[in-house]
């Protein structure tokens, strides 16, 4: 983490102040408004009140990015350059987004609600970090000889698969950006992308430093506006090869519409989960335990596709973990998230704050016992606050225990056998991720194997890093993965050359 970039509290308020928006859609190398003229208002999630407003864009802005993605597709701009030239170009725009991660982690921290501590220590690095990974590979990956017959060659290579539409979702809004504008663009794609409404700024922002490094015009294009028009626009549109969502399995689902009703697109999904962190009988340190545990579910508020949402524990230390868990919430103060002490910030937005309000409700209504959290708090500061809730007593039958809540709020479901938590964690509609504890090597190895899930983390709660693949089993989405080379393959097309050698003469 790069404490040092991250500014005391006053020293953020007065940044803030200095903070130049970005709100215009940015495409053909230029920022520009709305074709409509419409704009919409964004929020501070931490205080209820309007930011700026960005420019709304409709499906002729996004006719108009896709129109510049195609022309630079096209015309090899990009595609076409020295696999160096395009590496240096996507690590010139890392260096510079590391060297602004401070003014866009203020940006997403206002934007987001998000704590600045996660926003300038760890999202704008870690955004970088993947841009550059996926650039440092550009000229590292070669193609392959087939073992044809003589007489023959036969080449395999991968060629881009010409427009990749992104339309990606709120909690990582500068992360998701990159893990699909990384590998797209290093394999030489030209991109249209839509940020969730309620978080476009800092996008808007990292895509100008993209131009600056270099990025030629209509490479990266931005379409901001709500999801049910611009995001439908680029599910749908003919021209645009391939499209990638991260979001809710209900909109993934629209995605194969849109796709099935147009020109058959390659759809990528990675979405929700219901995620098991499993507990055995034999663990000790159940301190270390419950820093795991609550990072799971309680950092970035609970807001993340791969939250550890459900805590299957054995029922001889379910008492002493849920103490631990109370004692470690100490260290995990909830707040103003320009405060570099706070872990927790606000939710997104008042909706998502209802909901998650509501599952709460749900949860009691069910017959579970709220342990700690439960209600809305600094309600005074007009920000939508909820604390770490946790609720013992749950059953995976309950609604709690099935559906994505996306907020900090952990089931804890006891068990007694190895067979029946496997059963647990394995029952749900969702495959993204997992974690198990147990010291046990056998155990681990065997229960690691037997859970449904994309990434599975042993006494850790991990999503790998940017060498490995993410992506998740059943609903939580299919078509390719984030992250590692694998996420080359799915902005690529696999191409056969079969060569005809001529006799010798
Ligand atoms: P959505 O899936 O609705 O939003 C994700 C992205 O899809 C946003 O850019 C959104 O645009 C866009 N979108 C929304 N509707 C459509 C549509 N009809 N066609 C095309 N694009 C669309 O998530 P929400 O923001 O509504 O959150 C609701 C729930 O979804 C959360 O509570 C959580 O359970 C889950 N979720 C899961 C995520 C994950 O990473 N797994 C991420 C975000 C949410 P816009 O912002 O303009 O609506």
Redesign the pocket.
């Known amino acids: 983490m790069t404490e040092t970039l991250i500014p005391p509290i006053e020293e953020s308020l007065a940044d803030l102040d200095r903070l130049d928006l970005r709100t215009r859609m940015f495409i053909d190398g230029e920022f520009r408004d709305a074709a409509g003229g419409d704009r919409f208002v964004t929020e501070n999630p931490a205080t209820g009140r309007p930011i700026t407003e960005v420019a709304e864009g409709g499906p002729a802005d996004v006719d108009i990015a896709v129109a510049a993605a195609r022309r630079a597709a096209d015309d090899g701009r990009w595609s076409r350059l020295d696999p160096g030239a395009r590496k240096r170009i996507l690590i010139a725009w890392a260096d510079l987004i590391e060297t602004h991660a401070r003014e866009l982690g203020l940006i997403e921290t206002i934007d987001a609600g998000k704590p600045i501590t996660d926003t300038v220590g760890l999202d704008m690095p870690e955004t970088a970090a993947c841009i550059r990974w996926h650039a440092e590979a550009v000229d590292k990956l070669y193609g392959q000889v087939a073992p044809s017959p003589e007489g023959t060659i036969a080449t395999i290579t991968r060629e881009p698969c010409g427009v990749v539409g992104a ?5 990582y809004p500068a992360q998701m950006a990159a893990w699909k504008l990384g590998p797209a663009l290093a394999t030489g794609n030209t991109v249209v992308i ?5 978080t476009s700024l800092s996008l808007l922002r990292i895509v100008e430093l993209g131009s600056e490094a270099g990025l030629p015009d209509g490479v990266v294009n931005v379409v901001t ?4 028009t ?3 626009a680029i ?1 749908r549109h003919p021209d645009i090869d391939c499209v990638a ?4 399995t ?2 993934g689902r ?2 194969l519409h849109y796709a099935a009703d147009s020109n058959l697109k390659r759809v990528l999904l ?4 219901k995620s098991p962190q499993i507990v055995f009988g034999d663990v000790s340190d159940l301190g270390s335990v419950a820093a795991n545990v609550a990072v799971a579910i309680f950092w970035n508020m609970g807001e993340n ?1 791969s939250a550890g949402s459900r805590l299957i524990v054995h029922r001889s230390r379910k008492a002493a973990l849920l103490e631990a868990i109370e004692s470690e919430l100490a260290s995990w103060p909830v707040g103003d998230p320009l405060d570099p002490a706070t872990r927790i910030g606000a939710l997104i937005s008042k909706d ?1 704050m209802e ?1 998650v309000l509501g599952y709460i409700d749900i949860g009691r209504q069910e017959g579970a016992r709220v342990v700690t959290g439960g209600s809305r708090i600094l309600e005074e500061t007009g920000g939508w606050f909820v604390p770490p809730t946790v609720f013992d007593r749950v059953t995976n039958d309950m609604r709690i225990a099935r559906e ?3 907020g900090p709020v952990l089931s804890v479901i006891e068990f007694d056998t190895e067979a029946e938590a496997v059963a647990i964690a394995n029952d749900t509609p969702y495959g993204l991720a997992a974690s198990l504890y147990t010291h046990d090597l056998d155990v681990a190895h065997r229960v690691a194997r037997e859970v449904r899930a994309g990434v599975v983390g042993i006494n850790a709660y991990s999503e790998g890093d940017m060498t490995t693949p993410f992506g998740g089993y059943k609903q939580s989405g299919f078509g390719g993965h984030d992250k590692s080379v694998h996420a080359h393959d799915q902005y690529t097309e696999t191409k056969t050359i079969w060569i005809q050698l001529r006799p010798p003469a």
Not at 167 to 171: C, D, K
Not at 194 to 198: L, Q, R
Not at 225 to 228: D, E, K, R, S, V
Not at 245 to 248: A, E, N, P, V
């Open positions: 339309v990606i979702p709120w909690n839509k940020p969730a409404s309620t506006g709500p999801g049910g611009v995001g439908e599910g969502f991260t979001g809710s209900e909109v629209r995605f990675e979405l929700g989960g596709c998502q909901r994505e809540i996306f």
